[in-house]
């Protein structure tokens, strides 16, 4: 989460006397300390206003075409999970039916990861893909380290992955000191493929990360491809490198989706999958999941077993205790929707990404990077001959529209590469899409009119591409 300072600023905020529930003035404190508490306490609706009305300030977030995470629910979803809010996710015994439904909610992802046995998988439910990943990472180093016979002092380990991958997996290389080996992009080789894992690894390896689906372009890593070719290398040096399929996203899409693709459980090799349930899990933020295909996967010495609550409970998380709600919301979307439905879903997400991604291939002013066949995200970047505007001028003008659409460039060694990415999300609708393109219609003739690209200082980050 983002990292904040304080401010000794002495400015107030200025409170409407009508927000007084009785008395417009009299007993009211009509400015109060932003950075400092108050003296004493007001009225719950003038502190409620007061919020809400900062608030207002924020983007719309069905027009976010940056983020990843479920914008909408039912209402019968959002009534349990206010009904869930003030359960402690981790007090088991005291709320053994959200254990329950957390216990559920891992069978039925390892039956829809094609576990060859689905009882052998253990998993828990996360805050979110982050901590997921912490915590599969956290298992193939243990593993690692088992397989090498402890910790030798002139050993590295290091975790193979592509340049693309989430800023999570560098944080976990830097909290638990494991090599970052980051495979570079190469031409029109945007993620990590067989080849350039293969050429990184080595006895101190402690996994393959393979991403299902790319933040950067929405794009699947060949999976099994990667699997293979570590198959081959364990047969001509005899070490075993295990990989972890990062399916933040593409996890609750390639199931319904690309039944036939090899991503999974079905594969090996694959020992931990993790998802974001607040993603395309249909989920609001925040709840993931991480998979392991049996307890020799995750070492038991990394589970933990306490017993103050009440009952003996192993336990497996960067967290304690959080909120059940999350964890209740995503058996309600589960049991809601069922193979079909989120097949439904997620058709119509892909097919309004492949209608934008038309839309934007018709204007000779772009050139699709990805088509929105995969995760329904695609990323476009400017012509050749376009040099009055560029793809960042393109975002901070569709902000003023409303909109969210985040732009940024590639990382090593295509920094030359400079995208606009579109996520379609559940609620981001062909009707929605149809405003997109109108407001961008719109706005083009004024970017042409510009005589060159506003000029952005390499210090300001230009958006949140994760």
């Not at 009509?30 to 900062?54: F, R």
């Not at 924020?58 to 959002?78: C, I, K, Y």
């Not at 990861?113 to 912490?134: F, H, I, L, Y």
């Not at 985040?406 to 606009?420: K, N």
């Amino acid at each position: 989460m983002s990292l904040h300072k304080g401010s000794g600023s002495p400015r107030a905020i200025t409170v409407n006397p009508f927000f007084g529930e009785a008395d417009p003035v009299g007993g009211m404190v009509t400015k109060l300390p932003k950075h400092q508490l108050p003296d004493g306490p007001m009225t719950p609706h003038a502190a409620y206003q007061l919020v809400h009305d900062e608030l207002m300030l924020d983007g719309n977030s069905r027009l976010n075409l940056a983020t990843f995470v479920t914008t909408w629910m039912e209402p019968q979803a959002d009534v349990l999970m206010a009904e869930c809010r003030d359960k402690n996710m981790i007090d088991k015994d005291e709320y053994p039916r959200t254990a329950e439904l957390e216990r559920r909610c891992v069978a039925i992802l390892a039956d829809l990861w094609n576990a060859p046995d689905p009882d052998a998988v253990v998993g828990c439910s996360t805050t979110g893909s982050s901590e997921a990943c912490m915590l599969a990472g956290m298992a193939l180093k243990r593993r690692w380290m088992k397989r090498t016979k402890g910790y030798p002092a002139t050993a590295r380990p290091n975790l193979v992955m592509g340049a693309n991958v989430q800023v999570c997996w560098e944080k976990f290389c830097t909290f638990w000191e494991v090599e970052a080996r980051l495979a570079p992009m190469s031409g029109d080789r945007l993620h990590l493929d067989a080849d350039s894992a293969l050429a990184l690894c080595d006895e101190n390896t402690i996994g393959v990360v393979a991403i299902l689906g790319s933040t950067f372009d929405g794009s699947y890593e060949p999976v099994a491809e990667i699997c293979a070719a570590l198959d081959a290398y364990e047969e001509r040096t005899g070490t075993h490198i295990p990989v972890h399929v990062d399916g933040a996203s593409g996890g609750m899409i390639a199931p319904f989706l690309d039944e036939d693709l090899e991503w999974d459980f079905r594969l090996p090799r694959v020992a931990s999958i993790n998802t974001s349930g607040h993603k395309y899990g249909l989920v609001y933020p925040g709840v993931g999941w991480a998979l392991w295909r049996n307890t020799d996967a995750l070492p038991e010495e990394l589970v933990f077993r306490v017993n103050y609550l009440g009952g003996d409970m192993p336990t497996f998380a960067l967290n304690f205790s959080r909120p059940g709600a999350q964890v209740v919301a995503q058996y309600y979307t589960f049991l809601r929707l069922g193979r079909s439905g989120y097949r439904a879903v997620q058709q119509t997400s892909r097919d309004v990404a492949g209608v934008v991604a038309d839309r934007f291939a018709e204007l000779e002013e772009f050139r699709l990077i990805t088509h929105g066949d995969q995760l329904p995200v695609f990323a476009v970047t400017t012509a050749p001959d376009v040099t009055s505007f560029d793809v960042f001028d393109v975002s901070r003008r569709l902000r003023e529209r409303g909109w969210l659409v985040p732009a940024y460039t590639f990382p090593a060694d295509r920094e030359d590469l400079a995208v606009l990415r579109v996520v379609c999300r559940n609620g981001f609708s062909e009707d929605l899409a149809d405003l997109l393109m109108d407001d961008l219609g719109r706005l083009l003739p004024e970017l042409h009119s510009q005589a060159h690209p506003l000029n952005r200082p390499h210090s300001v980050a230009t958006a949140f591409h994760h």
